[in-house]
């Protein structure tokens, strides 16, 4: 299950691909909607409505979801507005560099401790970063966009006492009535989906809730019954799929800079990899 959703998430590139002709917020605004309704539904047959609204609405938690509901808003419209203008690659390098984000969090936010490893990780993230603003001729603020907003949306999850799907049902809670409004708006553009979709790119555009729901329905699956070791590097075949995608499907540009920034981004992780899974040995060994 874990391994499905991974791979579900690295292919909806070719979905949102698929879609390229379109204004990405257009589609941002069908994806809400789309997911709403699905969730919606979900909700109505566990009978959770009354919950997920109470919790999405209460004083204590509706300005996390809400920002939630705003973060997981930016990463998606980066990501689709990304693939849309060919930018398949810097989607790769963003969701590479997502965990390591997510570390930098955990020091600056909940004040947690570097080790040495960890440390060289950051270091060579730095390095490959400064590596790629001059191949890129610009800060790759793409990939920064979608890691920073994807690290802080994982941030605010922690803090929700709901199950992934419910969090998201109420998150789609607040972007419902924005995302038709967004919808509206770019409905009136020469290139909107509502002047000019076929048949079947309705059909694509309808799916777009159940392609965000299914993976996700399935990772939580995978959560419950495998350890976070052994799910966590899984992760990473998300951006693989994407760089693979980029640079062989859709022929994308990839020079020596580029290489050599996506090479020290694949030491670092991979140098975090081994501390996080020698770290949780060596927990279990003390459990045990």
Not at 154 to 165: D, H, W
Not at 197 to 226: D, E, K, N, R
């Amino acid at each position: 299950a874990g391994v499905l959703a991974y791979i579900l998430w690295g292919l909806l590139t070719i979905y949102w691909k698929t879609l390229h002709g379109f204004p990405p917020f257009e589609l941002i605004g069908w994806r809400i909607v789309s997911s709403f309704l699905i969730l919606g539904a979900f909700a109505v047959a566990n009978r959770r409505v009354r919950t997920i609204a109470r919790t999405a609405f209460s004083r204590a938690l509706a300005p996390r979801i809400a920002a939630a509901a705003i973060l997981v808003t930016v990463n998606w419209s980066s990501y689709v507005w990304a693939v849309a203008h060919d930018h398949v690659i810097e989607t790769a390098l963003g969701y590479f560099m997502a965990p390591l984000c997510t570390m930098w969090l955990g020091v600056a936010v909940l004040k947690e401790k570097l080790n040495t490893a960890q440390k060289v990780t950051i270091t060579l993230a730095v390095t490959a970063i400064a590596i790629l603003t001059v191949g890129y001729g610009r800060v790759p603020y793409i990939a920064l966009l979608i890691a920073g907003s994807w690290s802080l949306y994982g941030l605010l999850k922690k803090q929700i006492p709901l199950k992934s799907i419910e969090s998201l049902s109420g998150e789609m809670m607040f972007l419902f009535l924005p995302a038709i409004v967004l919808m509206v708006t770019q409905s009136g553009n020469s290139d909107s989906a509502m002047n000019n979709a076929s048949t079947w790119q309705w059909v694509l555009i309808a799916g777009t809730g159940i392609i965000t729901v299914i993976p996700l329905w399935i990772f939580g699956y995978a959560a419950q019954h495998v350890p976070l070791t052994v799910l966590g590097p899984l992760q990473y075949s998300v951006p693989t799929i994407n760089f693979l995608l980029g640079w062989l499907a859709y022929h994308e540009e990839l020079d020596a800079t580029r290489i050599v920034g996506f090479s020290l981004i694949w030491v670092a992780l991979a140098v975090l990899a081994t501390d996080t899974a020698r770290r949780a040995q060596r927990s279990r060994t003390v459990t045990a």
